[in-house]
C-alpha cells in the first residue's frame, strides 16, 4: 500500500540558511500535517492543511511557513535556521471526510542544523 | 494547560508476558484516544483508536481501554514478543476530523527474551 513520502529524508544546513521539506500524503487524503520531535520527545505539532487550506496551527516559529499545493502536497519552508531547529520533522495524512481520525506518518526528514 | 503524562518513560518485561503500558491525562477531555508505535527515526505507526462512549478495544494481541473518569487509558500487549520492543504513545484530539494529535510522554518498552 502507498504511504506517506517524505523528502529529502536528511537535510544538514547552517544557521540562518533556509530549508524546504516536502510531504507526498496517500493518494485520496485530504488533509496534511506536520509535527516536529527533538531527541527524546514527543512529537509537537506545527501545522495542518484541509483541503489546501490552513486547517489548524500550534507551536510554529513565524520563521516557518507552509501550504498544500492543487495536487495535496505539501511544503514546509525554514528560514534564518537556529541550532534549536535541528529535529526529526514528520509529515501526516488523513483521509478525506473527516470521518477516520487516525494519522499516517512518513518516515520524517531529519534536519540538522550547524 | 493540557497534560499527558505516560506514566513509564521505560519499561521492561519478560517475553510472552502481558505489557500494559497507562496514558493519563488532566485538563483535557478528548473525545478520541489513540496508540502509536514509534521505532527509532522512525514515524510513528497507528495501532488503535478508541472513543470516549468505549470502555475497551480489541486488535489482535492488542487491547486499550478508555476511562473517562479516571482520564485514564490502558494500552496492554498479550503474549508479548521482542519485536513487540518499541516506544508506544497515546495521542488525543477532540473528534471533530482532521484535527492535530496531542501526544504523550511516550513509553519505551522492552521486550526481554
Known amino acids: 500500500a502507498a504511504g506517506v513520502i517524505q523528502s529529502p529524508r536528511h537535510l544538514i544546513k547552517e544557521k540562518r540558511e533556509t530549508a524546504t521539506l516536502k510531504c507526498y500524503p496517500i493518494?485520496?487524503?485530504?488533509?496534511v500535517y506536520w509535527y516536529q520531535q527533538g531527541p527524546g520527545q514527543d512529537p509537537q505539532f506545527l501545522i495542518s492543511?484541509?483541503?489546501?487550506?490552513?486547517?489548524d496551527k500550534g507551536s510554529i516559529p513565524d520563521r516557518f511557513s507552509a501550504q498544500q499545493f492543487s495536487d495535496y502536497h505539501s511544503e514546509l519552508n525554514m528560514s534564518s535556521l537556529e541550532l534549536g531547529d535541528s529535529a526529526l520533522y514528520f509529515c501526516a495524512s488523513s483521509p478525506a471526510g473527516g470521518h477516520s481520525y487516525e494519522q499516517y506518518f512518513g518516515p520524517g526528514t531529519r534536519l540538522t542544523v550547524t | 494547560s493540557q497534560k499527558i503524562e505516560q506514566n513509564s518513560e521505560a519499561l521492561n518485561i519478560q517475553e510472552g508476558k502481558t505489557a500494559t503500558l497507562t496514558c493519563n491525562y488532566t485538563n483535557y477531555s478528548p473525545a478520541y484516544l489513540q496508540w502509536y508505535r514509534q521505532d527509532p527515526g522512525r514515524g510513528p505507526v497507528f495501532l488503535l483508536l478508541?472513543?470516549?462512549?468505549?470502555k475497551e478495544k480489541r486488535k489482535e494481541r492488542l487491547k486499550v481501554t478508555f476511562d473517562t473518569t479516571l482520564k485514564q487509558s490502558l494500552f496492554h500487549i498479550t503474549a508479548s514478543q521482542p519485536a513487540d520492543s518499541a516506544t508506544y504513545l497515546c495521542a488525543l484530539d477532540r473528534g471533530f476530523g482532521n484535527e492535530k494529535l496531542t501526544f504523550g510522554t511516550g513509553t519505551r518498552l522492552t521486550i526481554i527474551p
Open positions: 493518494p485520496r487524503h485530504d488533509t
Open positions: 478508541i472513543r470516549e462512549n468505549e
Open positions: 492543511f484541509y483541503e489546501k487550506m490552513q486547517s
